[in-house]
């Protein structure tokens, strides 16, 4: 599966050029969430908005869906920009994307300007 250093922009096309690996899925994750392997991804975290549950450097396994329940970790393009990992909650006309790190705060979207790539599932240093 592909490990993404980023993912930026709105052609899925342009996205290999952010491909840096490729890892594995372990079978309790497929187990669980089906062992279609194009339905996942890794992305690299950038930044410490996430800090102290995700670290700069680590990387996560996204699990690709178009919706995630409100509270849940997700990776998001809003405004076509670079990939956002934040917890998500909807209202009806927005999405508002919170992070672990106080230090920053919510950002709200209009909920057409932002596409969830993804459910965050895991975390790691190495390839499961």
């Known amino acids: 599966v592909a ?11 342009e ?8 890892w594995p899925i372990g079978t309790a994750i497929t187990n669980m969430y089906g062992n279609d ?8 975290v950038d930044g410490d908005r996430m800090k102290p549950t995700l670290l700069k ?3 996560v396994l996204v699990r690709k869906q178009s919706n995630v329940h409100n509270n849940e970790v997700a990776v998001l393009l809003c405004d ?3 990939s956002i990992i934040a917890r998500v ?6 999405i508002v994307l919170y ?9 709200v979207y209009d909920s057409a300007n932002c596409l969830v790539l993804g459910k965050v599932l895991w975390k790691s240093n190495a390839p499961q």
């Open 15 to 22: 996205w290999v050029n952010f491909i840096e690996d490729y």
């Open 89 to 94: 909650t909807h209202t009806p006309d927005k």
């Open 3 to 13: 490990v993404y250093s980023k993912i930026s922009g709105s052609d899925p096309a």
């Open 99 to 107: 992070f672990d790190n106080q230090a920053y705060p919510a950002q």
């Open 57 to 59: 450097g680590e990387v």
């Open 80 to 82: 076509w920009g670079e």
């Open 37 to 44: 392997l194009n339905n996942y991804f890794y992305l690299r």
